[in-house]
């Protein structure tokens, strides 16, 4: 029904930086949180970044100071802007969605595939 593309990972150097592109497709009505989790080895699944559709913004104290989320909520997508990457930044990034559908009051959750960041040191 639903399906989050996400796009912009690659390898970088320490210091770096890369953005993330996600789009949301399909049976849309409303989108409500929208935003980014991560995975590093042997790491569970872990909070990046999110922004509601007002801007209310979470950031992982990990990453404050040194990536930004924005979000357009017409185009039902979200970017993610990384600075002064680490090592320790190394993951598979995913996008995430909580989507409302026409005369559906229920919220549900939607995954991305995944897009892999790898910075070197």
């Known amino acids: 029904q639903v399906q989050l593309v996400e796009s912009g990972g690659g390898l970088v150097q320490a210091g770096g930086s890369l953005i993330l592109f996600c789009a949301a497709s399909g049976s849309l009505f409303r989108v409500n949180d929208m935003g980014w989790y991560r995975q590093g080895p042997g790491n569970q699944r872990e909070l990046v970044a999110i922004?509601?559709?007002?801007?209310?913004?979470d950031l992982a104290e990990s990453v404050k100071g040194r990536f930004t989320i924005s979000r357009d909520n017409d185009k039902n997508t979200v970017n993610l802007y990384m600075t002064s990457l680490k090592p320790e930044d190394t993951a598979i990034y995913f996008c995430h969605a909580k989507v409302r559908h026409s005369g559906d009051l229920s919220e549900y959750n939607y995954w991305g595939q995944g897009t892999q960041v790898t910075v070197s040191s």
């Open positions: 922004m509601g559709r007002g801007s209310r913004t």
